[in-house]
């Protein structure tokens, strides 16, 4: 499962945003983020151990610019969401 999932600061520019989350058990993560609308800025898969892992957003999206975001973390047995705004 996944715990603590953390968007900071928010809100932020492009370039400060980070994200954070603990996983319990070592599984197939997919990060991925969109706009209101439902179109996709885009999305990283990755395989994570079990432990507190920390991306860039810029790092994992190219984030086309000011505005409010989804950003969805997905695995086997979770799926959590946060509100991201880019200023």
């Known amino acids: 499962d996944l715990d603590n999932l953390k968007i900071s600061p928010n809100p932020c520019t492009v370039d400060e945003g980070w994200i954070s989350f603990d996983i319990y058990d070592q599984s197939d993560v997919t990060i991925s983020m969109s706009n209101l609308l439902g179109v996709s800025i885009g999305s990283k898969k ?15 999206f190219s984030v ?7 950003l969805v973390v997905e695995g086997p047995k979770f799926r959590h969401s946060k509100i991201v705004i880019i200023y």
């Open 46 to 60: 990755m395989n994570l151990f079990n432990g507190l892992h920390n991306f860039k957003i810029s790092d994992l």
């Open 64 to 70: 086309p610019g000011k505005g409010t975001y989804v």
